[in-house]
Structures are given as structure tokens and as C-alpha cells.
């Protein structure tokens, strides 16, 4: 088994209110910062998985994620797999 570490990125589906993201743009704008056009508020995840392959470790993101890191109505996802160094180890 090899180590892998998975970069999950949680966002709103385009066109869906984002009531966080706006609330932060409105309180942008209320501290001079005018040129904010937008604000989308999602989720980063880390995670640390053992898998038998780069493709294994997908799957199962894939799977989490449908099954409970995103909801499918509302929200999309992308995920980055990558072997893990000594760096992205935890001691």
C-alpha cells in the first residue's frame, strides 16, 4: 500500500446563492473594497489515505465525497491526488 495525499475542493454550483459568499462581499464593500465582484465560499480538505494505486485513492475521494464530503444538489467538487513525500507526512 502506498500513501496519498488528497486535495479536495468543495464549492457552490454556478448560479446557486451563496448566502456566506455574500455576506462577506457585502462586508468587503462596507470597508471600501468596492472592486470585489464576487465572493464564493467553499471547503478545502486535506486527507492522508493508504490505496493501492493513485487511481484506488480517487475512487475512494470520489466515493467520500458523494457519499458525504459535497452535496450532489448543490455543490461540485475537484480533486487533486498526490503520491506522499516526507513532507506531506505528518510527523
Same mark, same amino acid.
Given at each position: 500500500?502506498?500513501?496519498?495525499?488528497?486535495?479536495?475542493? #468543495? *464549492?457552490?454550483? =454556478?448560479?446557486?446563492?451563496? =448566502?456566506?459568499? +455574500? !455576506?462577506?462581499?457585502? !462586508?468587503?464593500?462596507?470597508?471600501? @473594497?468596492?472592486? #470585489?465582484?464576487? #465572493?464564493?465560499?467553499? +471547503?478545502?480538505? @486535506?486527507?492522508?489515505?493508504? !490505496?493501492?494505486?493513485?487511481?484506488? !485513492?480517487?475512487?475512494? %475521494?470520489? %466515493?467520500?465525497?458523494?457519499?458525504?464530503? %459535497?452535496? =450532489?444538489?448543490?455543490?461540485?467538487?475537484?480533486?487533486?491526488?498526490?503520491? %506522499? *513525500?516526507?513532507?506531506?507526512? =505528518?510527523?
Amino acid at each position: 500500500m502506498k500513501r496519498f495525499r488528497l486535495e479536495i475542493r #468543495v *464549492t457552490p454550483r =454556478p448560479g446557486l446563492l451563496d =448566502p456566506e459568499g +455574500k !455576506a462577506i462581499q457585502n !462586508a468587503l464593500h462596507s470597508l471600501d @473594497y468596492e472592486r #470585489v465582484l464576487e #465572493v464564493r465560499v467553499g +471547503k478545502l480538505l @486535506y486527507l492522508d489515505v493508504e !490505496a493501492a494505486s493513485k487511481g484506488e !485513492a480517487l475512487d475512494g %475521494a470520489e %466515493a467520500m465525497c458523494r457519499r458525504l464530503l %459535497a452535496n =450532489p444538489v448543490t455543490e461540485d467538487f475537484e480533486i487533486d491526488v498526490q503520491e %506522499a *513525500t516526507e513532507e506531506t507526512v =505528518p510527523a
